[in-house]
């Protein structure tokens, strides 16, 4: 009498748990990562000394995030967007409804708004990133990119603004965009809600304030 012989299935690898896996791993590198940098600065951040908080070694540090300045600017693009990953401006919440909002006034109390939310996750990390690229290539060259995207993304708001029918006479899209890049600098935050003692709440409106004067009609 003739045997039959099930077939048996191969187990399927489970990739999704592994990607999960490595994503809260990855998150877990990245957490440590900002907690020692804000406490003792950048270049006294090693990376053996984020291996090690985030219970991994450092080979896990590198495959997983990249370098030191790819730990921070991944740091500072998990700050900007406030979530877990990076997110394009025009997909955050505050810039759709900058764009939708017709009054210009109304348009920079909103971002004043996001502004300081923003930076009271960003600030510390934006100036360490500022402060490691004065020696590391690597940090300068991250530094460029983020300051780049940034002074392009003042641009559009500016030209959000004439569009509106807010611009004062007179001024240019590049002068408004220049002002609120200056403006809305982690320095600028830091000086004075830190080292002048500001509450946060005084600094947005400040700020709003600020802009209407310098920028609207």
């Known amino acids: 009498m003739a045997t039959v012989t099930e077939k048996v299935k191969p187990r399927t690898y489970d990739a999704t748990a592994r990607q999960t896996q490595s994503a809260a791993t990855r998150q877990r590198i990245v957490d440590a990562a900002r907690a020692l940098i804000i406490e003792r600065g950048y270049r006294a951040t090693t990376v053996a000394a984020i291996a090690a908080d985030a219970g991994v070694n450092s080979d896990s540090v590198y495959q997983l995030v990249g370098r030191k300045p790819m730990v921070l600017r991944e740091l500072i693009e998990q700050a900007i967007s406030g979530t877990a990953h990076e997110v394009f401006a025009e997909e955050r919440a ?96 830091v000086l004075l809600t830190i080292e002048r003692g500001w509450s946060v709440k005084r600094f947005e409106r400040w700020l709003a304030d600020s802009w209407c004067r310098l920028l609207l009609a």
């Open 94 to 189: 505050h810039v759709k409804a900058f764009r939708a909002e017709p009054d210009p006034a109304k348009k920079l109390a909103i971002y004043a708004r996001a502004v300081c939310q923003t930076h009271i996750r960003m600030a510390p990390l934006f100036l360490a990133l500022r402060d490691a690229s004065s020696t590391e290539p690597e940090a300068q060259e991250v530094w460029l990119e983020i300051s780049q995207r940034r002074a392009a993304n003042m641009r559009k708001l500016a030209k959000d603004l004439q569009d509106a029918g807010g611009l004062r006479r007179g001024l240019s899209i590049d002068q408004a965009a220049d002002i609120v890049w200056a403006t809305n600098s982690a320095e600028l935050f």
